[in-house]
């Protein structure tokens, strides 16, 4: 059951341009987190916000949340080319009964170009 | 240093043979969870533990088994039952319920012949 979609499938930048990635979901929610997969390896968490969170920071990452829209939006500033990777959201449905079950969208592969 | 590791990261099976993955950690970790993904897509869960000795279907739980017999261990067998097995099989572990984040192995690599 895929709950979130992620948009764009795919974007291309430069190295120091922002890049904005979103994500939209179906139900009701505890928590929501983005994930970074590059090529071939596991995925590696980078950030939760918690459905009272409207916005939430770390170093050069920046995730809002919508719950009345039911999406959220990771922006990465001043990318480099070791940002290049695919990201994921995952949802942490509120009806799973806080069992971490989380729910993975399609991602967005992200290119930065030297 | 503490982590998940899964074996083997390449897998090449014959058809109608059954396969294990192996996934281990030393976080300590009570739950554990097995995805699939397939290319371009999206996660599936298979199975999660929360416990020792106890475990729980996942969405696509049919031609896969596990067993929980050790808090550290959580191998995964894709049975002949299972379809279409060849995809990239992925381990992770949480300190347990209401935890949030996620704790990935590498991956195991499977390729049906």
């Known amino acids: 059951s895929q709950q979130g979609e992620e948009d764009p499938q795919a974007l291309s930048i430069q190295e120091g341009e922002n890049a904005t990635m979103n994500c939209s979901y179906k139900?009701?929610?505890?928590?929501l987190q983005w994930y970074r997969q590059n090529s071939g390896r596991g995925l590696v968490h980078l950030i939760l916000?918690?459905?009272?969170?409207r916005e939430k920071h770390s170093g050069r990452l920046r995730v809002t949340l919508d719950t009345s829209k039911k999406s959220s939006s990771l922006l990465i500033t001043a990318s480099r080319a070791a940002d290049t990777a695919s990201y994921f959201c995952?949802?942490?449905?509120?009806?799973?009964?806080?069992?971490?079950?989380?729910?993975f969208g399609a991602g967005t592969r992200l290119a930065v170009h030297p | 240093d503490g982590g998940i590791t899964q074996s083997p990261k390449y897998l090449f099976r014959k058809e109608g043979q059954n396969v294990t993955l192996s996934c281990e950690q030393n976080l300590n970790h009570d739950a554990m969870y097995w995805y699939r993904q397939d290319p371009g897509q999206g996660l599936r869960l298979i199975y999660y533990?929360?416990?020792?000795?106890?475990?729980q279907k996942g969405d696509i739980a049919e031609g896969y088994s596990v067993s929980r017999e050790k808090k550290e261990s959580f191998p995964l067998t894709v049975t002949s039952a299972q379809k279409n097995p060849t995809a990239f099989y992925l381990c992770?572990?949480?300190?347990?319920?209401?935890?949030?984040?996620?704790?990935f192995g590498e991956g195991s690599r499977l390729t049906v012949l």
């Open positions: 139900t009701s929610i505890n928590n």
């Open positions: 992770a572990s949480s300190p347990g319920p209401y935890t949030g984040e996620l704790f």
């Open positions: 995952a949802t942490d449905p509120l009806l799973s009964g806080g069992y971490n079950k989380l729910i």
């Open positions: 916000i918690r459905s009272n969170e």
């Open positions: 533990s929360q416990i020792v000795n106890d475990f």
